[in-house]
């Protein structure tokens, strides 16, 4: 499973200078991502292909962002 992390961990996450090592500081930061701040879609058969990278591959099947996700509701929170 990827790591999704809030905005205000990204740099601790990173290692901006100095860089962090310490186990103990950066478990907590694995932690689950609200599944109200994310959202699932489908998409093009394209993103299998690592050639294609190209905003194509994250477009919504069937059209426009208003096309309804997965799930019934679109989420809120992140990235908007």
Do not use: F
């Amino acid at each position: 499973m990827p790591v999704i992390l809030a905005p205000k961990d990204y740099e601790l996450w990173l290692g901006v200078k100095p860089a962090i090592q310490e186990p103990d500081r950066l478990q907590p930061l694995l932690r689950p991502h609200p599944p109200e701040a994310m959202m699932a879609y489908p998409v093009s058969a394209r993103v299998n292909n690592p050639l294609n990278d190209t905003p194509e591959c994250i477009a919504p099947l069937g059209g426009g962002p208003d096309d309804e996700p997965w799930g019934g509701s679109r989420a809120t929170g992140a990235g908007e």
